[in-house]
């Protein structure tokens, strides 16, 4: 039996939006691109018009951040964790992060200075890479705990970057709890993109570095004389991501904000779950959470990105495996001459559910709801490719799921 797409319009109890989005305003995370656009990698990633789905769809336009060019790492994870990093060096050096772009921050002067910093984090792959390879960069050290389920490759491709770093019998929010535990006896530092009481500042950081890949987006939709998407798709696990982004729009646009969709595994579906709840306090989803979306199989929000999106967002949207996977295989197969994205389950799902939406009238009054026409201009991000490339030609070449 195939399991129904869920939504949940937002009737959430608001919080002051002013205070709330200063940390995302552009001028806060233009620091942050500052920072990327300092690595000798750095290149703003593809913005892709996808004029012929949209024309399929009747809409207006379909512009998709294809991270898959991302630092040579194949997903936007990196953006975050990298941002984090570097600011809690500056930090620890008493400067501004203006003061440490890449070059110095890799220096044998600010080496020295620093001392030895072991960096520890829990991942399903994605974030793990971006900081074991910035620890890389910097000579320190990263530990990297996986939850149960995940990839080798994903695996390998960690240890490549040297970190120590082996997949546990936990699910992610345990694993989570392992890496905190594990870097407060070894003196280690916490990179992770979920916030709790009195882990806070970190998160805030890593949601400040995906800015970027907002603020890029911003600036590349303008080429296409697009001053302002009306709707934009992000997926969500914690709701890091998902808050960054929220947040930097709401921040640009104040009260003409785009409508905002936070899309979601449905079997980590916190955020959705929160918003039917309907109290303004968050929600868990405990067990294996077993999804091919490995990268929002995530169960506890982050308290930080939860505030942004309750306040800002129009619609959670639960979704299951299959919509990332028809995702997938449309971003795999264009329609002629649209640019075909690689994109892997997690990058996938709001394409997925895009085309549901438009196509399927089990979801009339979603789309009715969202005002989605022929002038809506529809703003989606990738945020991986074929990060495990097996489980990719699974999907879109044998039509798993």
């Excluded at 989570?176 to 070894?186: I, N, P, T």
């Amino acid at each position: 039996m195939i399991e129904n797409i869920k939504w949940k319009e937002n009737t959430l109890p608001k919080v002051n939006k002013d205070d709330l989005l200063d940390f995302l305003s552009i001028e806060e995370v233009s620091k942050a691109k500052n920072f990327h656009s300092s690595f000798p990698q750095y290149s703003e990633t593809p913005l892709v018009s996808l004029d012929n789905l949209a024309d399929s769809l009747g809409l207006g336009g379909i512009f998709i951040k294809d991270e898959s060019y991302r630092f040579g790492l194949n997903a936007f994870k990196v953006l975050g964790g990298s941002f984090a990093m570097a600011k809690y060096l500056a930090e620890k050096l008493g400067k501004d992060i203006s003061e440490l772009p890449y070059e110095k921050m890799i220096s044998k002067e600010v080496r020295e200075a620093l001392g030895e910093i072991t960096f520890v984090t829990a991942t399903d792959g994605n974030h793990g890479r971006g900081v074991a390879w910035t620890a890389n960069q910097l000579k320190q050290k990263s530990v990297v705990y996986m939850p149960k389920g995940s990839s080798l490759i994903r695996l390998e491709n960690i240890r490549k970057e040297g970190a120590e770093a082996s997949i546990t019998d936990m699910n992610y929010d345990d694993a989570v709890r392992l890496a905190d535990k594990y870097a407060k006896e070894h003196n280690g530092v916490v990179i992770q993109d979920t916030a709790w009481e009195g882990y806070e500042d970190i998160p805030a950081w890593i949601m400040q570095g995906y800015g970027t890949m907002g603020l890029e987006a911003y600036n590349q939709l303008k080429e296409y004389k697009v001053e302002r998407p009306t709707h934009i798709f992000i997926q969500a696990g914690v709701g890091s991501l998902a808050g960054g982004i929220q947040g930097f729009f709401a921040s640009v646009f104040g009260e003409d904000c785009p409508k905002t969709v936070i899309v979601e595994a449905n079997k980590a579906d916190c955020l959705y779950k929160s918003a039917v709840a309907n109290d303004g306090e968050p929600r868990v989803v405990g067990g294996d959470m077993q999804t091919i979306m490995a990268g929002l199989a995530c169960g506890e929000p982050n308290i930080i990105g939860w505030e942004v999106l309750k306040s800002c967002s129009k619609v959670f949207v639960s979704c299951p495996d299959w919509v990332a996977a028809k995702g997938m295989r449309i971003l795999g197969n264009p329609l002629k001459e649209d640019k075909r994205v690689v994109s892997g389950e997690s990058g996938a799902v709001t394409t997925g559910l895009i085309y549901e939406i438009m196509k399927n009238d089990a979801y009339k009054e979603l789309r009715e709801k969202l005002e989605l026409n022929e002038d809506s201009k529809v703003l989606l991000f990738s945020t991986e490719g074929d990060t495990d490339p097996e489980k990719y030609r699974e999907i879109v070449w044998e039509g798993n799921y």
